[in-house]
């Protein structure tokens, strides 16, 4: 089983709809989740950081941690073209070392 | 803030050449940078982890002798890709970290390598 698991996708979603975006991983001692999302052709963005479980929002990003379930979502409310790229969840335990996610190629149609 | 650039952004080069790529954070100190490899439709993997001031410590299966890291001031961490062959044709990205906010990393924008 690997570390991190994500759903490669596409997803292709009409604008202005709910882009919902998860990962699940085994590694319980994971206490820091990130989610970056990368255009093509180009270095990963942070976008939302979280420690332990919870809720964040900002903005139309929001992200979820069930670390008793051991998964992480990602929400984009109102979605737009600009946002078509691919999403990555990584993970940490604290140390130097990112686990990521393959990442999940998402498309908003206009 | 937390800018990270990388130089260059593509290079081409020939079978048996050495490339060098710089890594730099432009806005903060870095104690910690790392250096990535990525596919096509892959994740990023993990080459190594280089720390200011000391040997990088490398993943599992990468070659140190192949891809040297140099990190010699706390904005600028070096990757050369020694006798490049066409496997070694990928997009490779770094990323730093910022010495208040440990678990953070911030990517630059990747440099592809293209060996003919």
């Known amino acids: 089983q690997k570390e991190v698991e994500q759903d490669p996708g596409p997803l292709s979603v009409p604008e202005g709809a709910i882009v919902s975006l998860n990962c699940t991983y085994s590694?319980?001692?994971?206490?820091?989740f990130m989610w970056y999302r990368q255009y093509s052709r180009k270095g990963p963005e942070l976008l939302m950081y979280?420690?332990?479980?919870g809720n964040k929002e900002d903005g139309r990003f929001t992200a979820q941690v069930d670390k008793s379930s051991k998964y992480i979502s990602l929400f984009i409310r109102d979605s737009q073209p600009s946002d078509s790229a691919t999403y990555l969840c990584?993970?940490?335990?604290?140390?130097?070392?990112?686990?990521f996610g393959k990442g999940n190629q998402v498309v908003v149609i206009p | 803030g937390a800018v990270v650039s990388q130089h260059p952004s593509r290079v081409i080069c020939k079978s048996g050449t050495s490339v060098k790529i710089e890594c730099r954070s432009l806005?903060?100190?870095?104690?910690?940078m790392f250096w990535y490899r990525q596919f096509p439709k892959q994740s990023l993997m993990l080459m190594a982890t280089?720390?200011?001031?000391?040997?990088?410590?490398?993943e599992q299966g990468v070659e140190k002798d192949k891809f040297l890291i140099n990190h010699a001031s706390l904005t600028l961490s070096t990757l050369t890709v020694t006798s490049a062959h066409p496997e070694d044709s990928s997009f490779y990205i770094c990323?730093?970290?910022?010495?208040?906010?440990?678990?953070?990393?911030?990517f630059g924008p990747g440099t592809r390598l293209l060996v003919l």
């Open positions: 990584a993970m940490s335990e604290g140390s130097n070392r990112l686990a």
């Open positions: 590694n319980s001692a994971f206490q820091y």
């Open positions: 979280t420690y332990s479980s």
């Open positions: 280089s720390n200011e001031g000391s040997k990088a410590t490398y």
């Open positions: 990323s730093a970290r910022a010495g208040t906010d440990k678990e953070t990393q911030y």
């Open positions: 806005d903060f100190q870095a104690t910690t």
